[in-house]
């Protein structure tokens, strides 16, 4: 069993900033990339930012300079950093990871439960 369990969402300002952490914890030989998706109501998840394993990443347009993403390999952990919050931010944010339960079987991803984002004045 893997669980991803996502925290620090909350109810900021506009111009706020907050940060949000997600453990993977269980069965896991070894993780690829973890990611963050946003979904906000009426439209459809998407991506907002992704970490590689080696510490690559890649942001959305509409949270470059803003957003950042970091990982703690040692603790299955990864964060995202949200400054300069945009009333556009409002969603909820799911974690995703992809990764390995054992070194015989493939990945498949897994998804956190959502932390709700909600900025506003």
């Known amino acids: 069993q893997v669980q991803l369990v996502e925290s620090g969402g909350g109810l900021v300002q506009p111009g706020g900033s907050l940060r949000l952490s997600c453990a993977a914890s269980?069965?896991?030989?070894?993780?690829?990339?973890m990611a963050w998706f946003r979904q906000a109501p009426g439209k459809q998840r998407e991506l907002v930012a992704i970490?590689?394993?080696?510490?690559?990443?890649n942001y959305a347009d509409s949270v470059k300079g803003r957003f950042t993403i970091s990982r703690d390999n040692a603790k299955n952990t990864v964060y995202l950093q949200l400054n300069s919050l945009e009333p556009g931010d409002t969603a909820v944010y799911y974690c995703?990871?992809?990764?390995?339960?054992?070194?015989?079987?493939?990945?498949?991803?897994?998804w956190g439960q959502g932390t709700q984002v909600t900025v506003s004045s």
């Open positions: 995703n990871a992809r990764l390995r339960t054992s070194y015989n079987t493939r990945q498949r991803d897994y």
């Open positions: 269980g069965s896991i030989f070894s993780i690829n990339f």
């Open positions: 970490i590689t394993s080696e510490g690559s990443t």
